[in-house]
């Protein structure tokens, strides 16, 4: 035995082995996980939509401010049983400099479910992943919806920005002010397009595009028509209206009959003119060309919605020689309907074309406050623009820090 | 764009040998005189050598027009040495001699001239074309009637009931295009049974000039009510109008018809060599002439007591308009409640009462040959015709346009760039000749005031010549070229304008104080150069017969024909004002403060010595 403690003792491996382990041991000694965080308390967060809460606890003893430390920062997990999985919800960083270090920390977490309760962990994080023992309240606490999300206040901005210059500019228009409209060429031909269609003896063509009334733009394109009919009527001129959708057919058949009527012309007005042709867009398409062809109007109006559609009719209308007025909010058929029409509206001005043609006041005030709005918007845009160009750190407190 | 508008009445001329034409006499009834004219063959050019005027004598106690004609001629053939007149009160031709001329011609615009009712179907399209087709026969348009005029049929009808007019022409639908419309234009006229002004026992004379194959349902419906008389349409096709078939009937009706019932016309129409035409057609006539054999673009106004007719050919279009409520006398007033009196005393470079301004503007429409016996007076009056010139003008513009209704070709370039048809074809920038006539451009003391009323008024842009119809020649001028073209133009050269200068004005708004354009002038005894700072004016001698070589090099976004900030070389004519330089802005723009612009207009007054002491 004492031989045997004498090699071992004696032996260069011994002592190699030895110094390993004492290494080994002094390494294991300094990766001990850090102190947790102490005084926890979990509120719900206040002015939210109900998906967040506050998180305040004291800092961990190692979290001192100090550079050149293990300590890494928090780890925040949420689960919604107290024994539960907890999963993380946020991480939180450690203190700067010693005077953070001195206060506590205030954390939002956000991510949860509206009325369902919630258990809230805090762990303290080291440099190798260790974690500290949690802490954890007793209770769970439970997210409300409050009656106003504070968070969107920049929307509430834009509103009441966008209505108070819709409201002033009406007022505005009102009083007299007056109220200048940029010239649509489209619009200014309606006249123009009716007057040839009325020289030549020719009837007048209108397509309410291929989608049903609850499209916005057929909502659009059949306003549009209440001011051509009111013209076909003025002119003693004729009118036909083959559409795509049932619906549609009976939305056109009664704005063209008022506006017979209100041209004091109501004899003049053929229910008959005003029909349905079929769903099927290429069906329809090809009922429209085929008519087209062989009645040659002098003056065809598109305005709604459309499709493939847009080149052949519209090719078609140029081909009879006809006088051509389009207006669809369709991008991609905007170039057909350009370089194959006389006239062209581009979506906004066929939506404001309505205020457009009727010059009443308060439509005039509503337009231009709405112009208001979008000016707005675009100069949010450039500035958020401009700020990140030249400081995305500024940015970031001014959108992120203050709820803006 | 228009066909060939020359006019040449159907009613043939009678036969002349133009080589043996040597003496010409031309007269001109207007309401209230009557201007004879003596042109002679002068060393193998014609020139105009004398003229005479009497007041003309179409109205009662004397009721005809001839009386009023020996009178001017009598007075021409004293003033000239020669006998025109024979024993019996007839114009003596041949000449022979200290006796007689060659050839008798004349216009007429006594008794109002012609006066017209126009009906078309489209107001913007066909009824546009008939009323482009009667004014510029020389017609007044009393009333235009349209199927959208939004008046109901028995509204139209009254409307032609009150009327009387000379003749009506009625128009409609392209060929082959709408009928329902024209026939029932027709069906409004027929029964209304409107009256003509001369003449109780003869027919309404109406001109068809509409749809071709509605012509027999019109006649159906007029049937032998009217004196119909069927021409070509004079919108065929949407794309082009047709106007002079239309214009020849005018010219023929209101000869065969109008004139011949009019006191005294038929004796008057039996003298001449040439069919009498209505004056405005005659003025239209010349200045068209004009401007197709030099290429130009040119604008015409005649100012006068009751009406301001302008004229212009742009790109060889010829267009007409006469303003029936601006003049200087009859309708002074209107002019003033038009433009406001504000506007018209911006023109006045010192205070005026505006009370005492308003009896003045009365006083002138109830006493309408009164003149100016005192400066300010004249001043008042030259600001008036600014105004009455600037609107005249302005309604010009509005009528002068492409046609409306025509099919367009676009690119996906126009895009952003889409225009509706129906533009004015007047182009201040490609203006090149501008000529005044009537009595408050004519008969301005100093010529350099009619130069200033025409700059004002119409804001020539570019180079533009300025001119003045001497002794309002152009009317015997215009009749005399359908009969004799070189005559009428070597007297239109010669004797009929008197140059007033050119005027060189940049485009774009000028900022005061700041360099406007920088100019070099070259030519017999000049050599200038300098700079214009906006707001400005410079007056610079080049008397009549001289001309000059101008290099202009406008300054940023400022324009003189070549193109934003190009510079631009020409050469231009002198006059009795001279070369003006014009750095003022276009459309020139007047300080709303009455003080600042009194300094200003002061400024510009004492720069073209427009009211020397």
């Given amino acids: 035995m004492k031989q045997t403690m004498k090699t071992l003792v004696g032996s260069r491996w011994t002592w190699m082995m030895l110094c390993v382990v004492m290494a080994w041991n002094a390494v294991t000694v300094s990766a001990a996980p850090p102190a947790p965080p102490s005084d926890i308390q979990v509120k719900d967060y206040p002015l939210d939509d109900g998906t967040a809460v506050k998180v305040i606890f004291k800092r961990s003893p190692d979290d001192t401010g100090a550079e050149e430390t293990n300590f890494t920062g928090y780890s925040i997990r949420t689960s919604s049983e107290v024994n539960g999985f907890f999963k993380e919800a946020l991480e939180v960083k450690k203190a700067a400099d010693a005077t953070e270090a001195a206060e506590v920390v205030d954390a939002r977490v956000t991510g949860l479910k509206e009325g369902e309760p919630v258990f809230v962990r805090v762990y303290a994080v080291g440099a190798d992943d260790e974690t500290s023992t949690p802490i954890q309240t007793a209770e769970s606490i439970t997210p409300v919806m409050a009656w106003f999300d504070f968070h969107q206040i920049r929307l509430l901005i834009l509103v009441i920005v966008i209505c108070s210059a819709v409201i002033l500019f009406i007022e505005l228009a009102r009083r007299g002010y007056p109220m200048t409209v940029r010239k649509v060429a489209g619009l200014e031909a309606i006249d123009e397009a009716v007057g040839r269609a009325t020289e030549m003896g020719k009837k007048n063509l209108f397509i309410p595009g291929v989608q049903d009334i609850n499209d916005i733009q057929t909502v659009a394109g059949i306003n549009i028509l209440a001011r051509i009919s009111r013209t076909v009527a003025d002119f003693d001129s004729e009118i036909e209206v083959p559409t795509c959708r049932s619906l549609v057919m009976t939305a056109a058949s009664e704005t063209i009959e008022g506006a017979f009527l209100a041209a004091g012309r109501p004899d003049a007005f053929d229910p008959k003119s005003i029909y349905y042709v079929t769903d099927e867009q290429f069906g329809y398409v090809a009922y429209v060309t085929g008519w087209m062809v062989r009645e040659k109007p002098a003056a065809c109006f598109y305005f709604g919605a459309f499709f493939a559609e847009s080149l052949i009719l519209a090719e078609t209308g140029n081909s009879v020689g006809a006088i051509q007025i389009a207006g669809t909010a369709q991008p991609s058929q905007l170039p057909f309907f350009v370089a194959a029409c006389d006239y062209t509206l581009i979506g906004e001005e066929m939506f404001a074309a309505s205020a457009y043609l009727s010059g009443a006041p308060e439509e005039l005030g509503s337009l231009k406050g709405q112009d208001m709005g979008k000016v707005v918007a675009a100069a949010c845009i450039l500035f958020g623009c401009f700020l990140a160009f030249i400081s995305p750190d500024l940015m970031k407190l001014i959108f992120e820090e203050t709820a803006l | ?613």
Avoid at chain 2, 228 to 239: A, H
Avoid at chain 2, 336 to 343: L, P, S
């Fill in chain 2, 1 to 613: 764009m228009s066909h060939n508008q020359s006019s040449h009445s159907h009613i043939t001329h009678k036969a002349l040998d133009l080589d043996k034409i040597n003496v010409i006499l031309a007269t001109d009834c207007g309401s209230t005189t009557t201007k004879a004219i003596l042109i002679e063959k002068i060393d193998g050019h014609y020139r105009q050598t004398h003229r005479g005027e009497a007041p003309t004598t179409v109205e009662k106690p004397v009721a005809d027009v001839t009386v009023g004609v020996t009178n001017a001629v009598t007075e021409v053939g004293e003033l000239a040495g020669r006998k025109f007149v024979d024993d019996n009160g007839e114009i003596i031709r041949p000449a022979n001699g200290n006796v007689g001329c060659d050839i008798y011609i004349s216009t007429s615009s006594a008794g109002g001239g012609l006066q017209m009712l126009v009906a078309g179907v489209v107001k913007e399209m066909s009824a546009a074309s008939a009323t482009r087709a009667a004014l510029g026969a020389g017609a007044i348009v009393m009333e235009t009637l349209s199927s959208n005029d939004k008046r109901k049929p028995y509204e139209q009808i009254q409307r032609i009931r009150e009327l009387r007019p000379d003749m009506i022409l009625l128009a409609g639908g392209t060929d082959g295009g709408t009928k329902k419309h024209v026939v029932g234009l027709a069906e409004i006229i027929a029964p209304a049974k409107p009256l003509p002004r001369f003449g109780s026992e003869y027919r309404m004379p109406v001109i068809y000039a509409g749809n071709k194959e509605a012509a027999e349902l019109v006649q159906d419906v007029f049937k032998d009510e009217v004196e119909l008389k069927i021409v070509e349409n004079v919108r065929p096709v949407m794309e082009s109008e047709y106007l002079s078939p239309a214009r020849d009937s005018i010219h023929d009706l209101f000869l065969e018809h109008v004139m011949a019932h009019a006191p005294g016309y038929d004796k008057l129409i039996s003298w001449a060599d040439a069919p009498i035409m209505p004056t405005p057609g005659a003025v239209g006539d010349i200045l068209k002439m004009i401007a197709d054999r030099d290429q130009i673009n040119a604008v015409g106004v005649d100012i006068g007591g009751a009406t301001t007719d302008v004229f212009s050919v742009f790109d060889g279009v010829f267009n007409r308009t006469v303003s029936a409520n601006l003049g200087m006398s009859y309708s002074i007033s209107n002019v003033c409640t038009e433009a406001t009196m504000a506007k018209v005393l911006r023109w006045v470079h010192f205070d005026m009462d505006e009370r005492e301004l308003r009896n003045r503007v009365k006083n002138k429409m109830i006493r309408p040959t009164t003149i100016p016996q005192t400066r300010e007076a004249l001043v008042f009056e030259q600001a008036v015709s600014r105004e009455a010139l600037r609107l005249a003008y302005q309604q010009h513009k509005e009528f002068a346009t492409t046609l409306k209704g025509v099919q367009q070709q676009r690119t996906v370039g126009d895009v952003f760039s889409q225009q509706t048809g129906g533009n004015t074809i007047v182009n201040n920038m490609t203006l090149n000749l501008l000529v005044a006539s009537g009595g408050v451009l004519s008969h301005a003391p100093n010529m350099n005031q009619t130069s200033m009323m025409l700059i004002d008024a119409f804001e020539p842009e570019g180079f533009t010549t300025l001119a003045k119809d001497s002794i309002f020649m152009m009317p015997h001028l215009g009749v005399l070229a359908s009969v004799h073209p070189q005559a009428a133009l070597e007297v239109f050269e010669k004797d009929c304008l008197i140059y007033l200068g050119t005027c060189v004005a940049v485009k774009g708004l000028t900022k005061l104080g700041e360099v406007a354009m920088r100019y070099t002038v070259r030519g017999k005894g000049l050599d200038l150069n300098g700079s214009m700072n906006g707001g400005e004016l410079k007056l610079i001698p080049l008397w009549e017969g001289e001309t000059a070589t101008v290099l202009v090099e406008p300054t940023g976004r400022l324009d003189v024909g070549a193109g934003p900030g190009r510079p631009l070389e020409k050469e231009v004519r002198g006059g009795t004002t001279g070369l003006i330089f014009d750095a003022r802005s276009r459309p020139l723009l007047l300080p709303d403060d009455r003080l600042q612009g009194q300094k200003m207009i002061k400024q510009w007054v004492e720069t073209m010595e427009l009211y020397p002491n």
